[in-house]
């Protein structure tokens, strides 16, 4: 019998009978005999008509009332979800974040959490009812409801388990775990049994919406069992572990990420002084613009250049604000490209492994990609290459790092 | 300047636009330098839209849940009005009632206030903010979320005005005060510039769907001014006030009441003793079955009828029922009758005024109105009739009292 955390996110509790099979799968688990801690999110399409309805009012309605509004969302599904549970027999306790009480800090829309107070859910829990807790939502210090900001449920849920000192942490999703790579671009693409806490940062940060960042962040810091299902199949998902396994049996690569939300700015012929890194990217940073991949080249002439990518979406802005730096730097040109992608093999296998590197570029070469920019950290190499060579650069690299093989460990469910 | 609690129903604040509209009404009596705590409802049909949700899960869902659920109503009312006052310029702070703090006892979907802790308010007040309260909820010793039941709202308005001693507390509503009678009765029909307290709670409970009768009944006994007035139309309103006037310049009779929603349950030949009374209201009692008016004529050769009414819903279950005690108790026959009205004068003059009840049975027998029932109070005389002279009735009592004449009285506004 085991304490378990579970989070559903939007689209599993987006109807009356998405919220009845997920009271469904639940019922199950206490049918075993566990404990089960519920974190929902509110049904799919509900913040987003609750943020239209402050937009007709204000364009930028202050975020403490931004908070109020839309933290109903959830509130909303934590009673349904209590319903359904209790008409099949198993009693229920719904909880907002206030009530919980999920203490964060005061800043509003995007708050983060500060401490959980357990004792009523430890009780309630006791007393052999299923908890359901509004995801994404807290309070603070002066009793104002707060918001963790967009994908803060899976947070709620991994905090919770934390504080709960839960066994497992489990995230129901569209997927049934994380894969070697995108199964859209890659037939072969396998479902992995284990990922190291690592890796899945690697991946999540390369555009694998399977999980957000901030919660796996949270889950390693705190030691929590972190576990990626589908939300309405039957299967053993992705367990997200701490330790390494023995390197001996460790895959060199867990997987192939990619991202083609990547857009490369450059300035050439900048003068080689000191601060002139941040002379460029200070521009960029205070008009809150985020940079990914960094790269300068080694001076010649006195002259350098300076490579970096930002989203898409921001091109447009950066590339103005690069012209003025570039204009005052004394700099020779701007350029600005948009049809380009990051790849990158993760694993922390390559730690122990030699070869990582000149194997991918290897591979990338045999199907004649050129590569534009690299760069690498201890777990991961990414390049950046011509976006529309992607799909056959992943699948050259899958195959290469013979990821297409099924997965030798068994299952941990 | 004055402190003023001001609530607004759930068709006043049934669209973004009609939002809009309050939040200029409000923000006009802050550029009069009032201070303005006010209390909303849920948008209209938002309310009904999350029990339908509730009901496609669970028929009778659990009382706490419900809460739970509906509670988010009001919230999100409370943010989109803070948000529109905000824009207008002035400062406002959304609550609801778990922030408040508005403690009630834990009788889910029909709890009563017990306590409400005004120093967050009175705080907020004083540095400048409209204080925009959730109404029709509150929150139990336990944290859990209660709400007061339906028409709650004006209750939470009038607590409010009672704990932070508002000197005044404004009701917006879809009519412009209270009248003599309904005006789709009577032409004439007359707004009163102020109407008692008792004579307000009788006028209430006959079907006068102005105020509710419990937050009449909360004003009453904790002295808070209340004024009825019209949310998008100009104009003093009705003030209910706590001291009668000079019986010399009283009006003898304030208003006629009707109400359509009576049926008439009568038990004949049942044999007179000591504890019939209960035999025959009991059962009803136990069935939640709520009885109006009861009248027992005196018995004759051992054996009497009694007589009462009910809600027209209830007329098949209560009829039902009375047939089982009919047999019990050996009566002779049971009769149900749906097509009455009850209607009623009141006025606490009457109390100064002798010959009121005759000149009312006067009037309706000049009409040639036939009474079914009578019952008495101190500032209320009540008869049954046929449903189909009720408006016939009421005109006849309109003019016979004078009450088509204009109020006599200054506005009190």
Redesign the interface.
């Known amino acids: 019998m085991a304490l378990i955390v579970q989070k559903f996110g939007g689209t599993s509790v987006g109807s009356?009978e998405r919220?009845?099979q997920v009271a469904d799968k639940v019922a199950g688990f206490r049918d075993l005999g566990h404990d089960i801690v519920v974190v929902v999110s509110a049904m799919s399409g509900e913040t987003n008509r609750?943020i239209e309805?402050?937009q007709?009012?204000?364009e930028q309605?202050?975020p403490?009332?931004?908070d109020?509004?839309v933290?109903?969302?959830e509130?909303?599904t934590?009673?349904?979800l209590?319903?359904?549970l209790?008409?099949r027999g198993k009693p229920a306790?719904?909880y907002?974040g206030?009530?919980v009480r999920i203490l964060t800090d005061d800043a509003h829309t995007k708050a983060r959490i500060r401490e959980i107070d357990d004792a009523?859910l430890h009780a309630d829990l006791q007393a052999g009812n299923v908890v359901v807790v509004a995801g994404f939502q807290g309070v603070d210090e002066q009793?104002?409801?707060t918001t963790l900001g967009r994908g803060g449920s899976d947070t709620t849920a991994v905090a919770l388990a934390a504080a709960l000192k839960a066994d497992e942490c489990q995230i129901y999703t569209d997927v049934d775990g994380v894969y070697t790579t995108d199964p859209r671009v890659v037939d072969g693409a396998k479902r992995l049994d284990k990922i190291t806490f690592e890796e899945m940062l690697e991946m999540a940060s390369m555009g694998s919406k399977v999980l957000q960042i901030r919660a796996v962040e949270f889950a390693g810091k705190y030691n929590v069992p972190l576990r990626v299902l589908h939300s309405f199949q039957e299967g053993p998902g992705t367990l997200i572990t701490f330790e390494e396994e023995d390197a001996m049996e460790t895959p060199t690569i867990a997987g192939i990420a990619f991202n083609r939300d990547e857009a490369k700015l450059t300035i050439l012929g900048v003068p080689d002084m000191p601060g002139v890194a941040f002379k460029i990217l200070g521009p960029i940073g205070n008009a809150n613009i985020e940079v990914d991949v960094i790269v300068q080249n080694v001076a010649e002439d006195n002259s350098t250049d300076f490579t970096f990518t930002v989203s898409r979406s921001e091109l447009a802005r950066g590339e103005e604000i690069l012209k003025r730096t570039a204009s005052e730097l004394g700099a020779r040109e701007v350029r600005a490209d948009s049809r380009i992608a990051k790849i990158s093999v993760v694993g922390v296998g390559m730690r122990s492994h030699a070869g990582v590197a000149s194997q991918m570029f290897e591979a990338l070469a045999d199907v004649g990609i050129n590569i534009q920019m690299i760069t690498t950290s201890e777990i991961k190499i990414s390049v950046i290459i011509e976006e529309k060579f992607l799909e056959l650069a992943v699948r050259a690299l899958h195959s290469s790092f013979e990821l297409d093989a099924e997965p030798t460990e068994e299952s941990a469910a």
Chains 1, 2 share one sequence.
């Open positions: 009356v919220i009845e609750l309805l402050a007709q009012i204000q309605p202050l403490r009332e931004m109020v509004l933290s109903t969302g509130q909303v934590t009673a349904l209590a319903m359904a209790q008409k306790k719904s907002n206030s009530q009523r009793g104002n409801i």
